[in-house]
């Protein structure tokens, strides 16, 4: 089992920036790919970004790519998404989410390739 707290969430106006947390307890962190993904109401989650366990490959959906960078610090259990930038649209849900890669240093995005989820931190983009 592996669990996942996200932190940094928050109300910010459009052009700022915020640093979302997330912290893994658990099984052993560097074995995973770790994503972010978002969820706006009334719309489906949807993907952000990935790293995977290394931390040498990442992938960005192209609504936040040169926006957004994620990153990972495997002595301290923990990704980051930094949000630069910041726009109306992303005001959404956002969650992280562990991916076990056991075979090696790659990742997957699609949502259902995923096995533990956090509960989410709320961002809010004023405009």
């Known amino acids: 089992q592996v669990q996942l707290v996200e932190s940094g969430g928050g109300l910010v106006q459009a052009g700022g920036s915020l640093r979302l947390s997330c912290a893994a307890s658990?099984?052993?962190?560097?074995?995973?790919?770790m994503g972010w993904f978002r969820q706006a109401p009334g719309k489906e989650r949807e993907f952000v970004a990935v790293i995977s366990w290394r931390g040498g490959s990442t992938y960005y959906a192209d609504s936040v790519k040169g926006r957004f960078t994620i990153s990972r610090v495997n002595a301290k259990n923990t990704v980051y998404l930094q949000m630069n930038g910041l726009k109306p649209e992303d005001t959404a849900v956002y969650s992280c989410?562990?991916?076990?890669?056991?075979?090696?240093?790659?990742?997957?995005?699609?949502?259902?390739?995923?096995?533990?989820w956090g509960q989410g931190t709320q961002v809010t983009v004023s405009s």
């Open positions: 989410a562990a991916q076990w890669r056991p075979g090696g240093d790659g990742y997957d995005y699609r949502i259902s390739e995923y096995d533990y």
């Open positions: 658990g099984r052993t962190f560097s074995s995973y790919a």
